[in-house]
């Protein structure tokens, strides 16, 4: 079984077996970015976190997408709201993580653009607040 039919397998048992109560949170994203292999362009999205998976739709176009997170610890958290956050690099932003209320956070890994992209600099640190559930 290829990675990419292994994850989505993952992604859809983890789906499954995720609870019901994942909020959905609507964010207005100014700029294009890529989470692993795919480039989303700017515009309205819909994101919501179960365990282990973050769903993302842009409203407009409803392409969507599964993607397999890990929690995070950091300490730059929300303040309360749903925030997404992105590394950039140059003129390309990398969707890293999602930070739903004061704790709740999840980071997506590295994809291989990324890494590429980021080799001797570090990225600057991009944030979208959530416009509405």
């Known amino acids: 079984m290829s990675y990419s039919k292994l994850g989505k ?4 048992a983890a789906l499954l077996g ?6 959905e949170f609507k964010f207005d994203v100014p700029f294009a970015f890529t989470t692993g292999s795919q480039t989303w362009d700017a515009g ?7 365990t ?3 769903n993302i739709r842009n409203t407009l176009t409803h392409k969507g997408s599964f993607l397999m997170t ?9 303040d309360g709201l ?14 890293s993580q999602l930070w739903v209320g004061l ?4 980071a997506l890994r590295k994809s291989q653009a990324e890494k590429e992209q980021s080799k001797g600099v ?3 640190l991009a944030t979208v607040k959530a416009s509405g559930r």
């Open 70 to 78: 890990t929690a995070t610890d950091s300490h730059a958290k929300a």
């Open 103 to 106: 704790d709740r956070g999840a």
């Open 82 to 95: 749903a925030v997404l956050k992105f590394n950039q690099y140059g003129d390309r932003y990398f969707l």
């Open 18 to 23: 995720a609870p019901a109560f994942a909020q």
């Open 122 to 124: 570090g990225p600057v």
């Open 52 to 54: 282990g998976v973050l």
């Open 44 to 50: 309205n999205y819909t994101v919501s976190l179960s």
């Open 9 to 12: 397998f993952f992604a859809l």
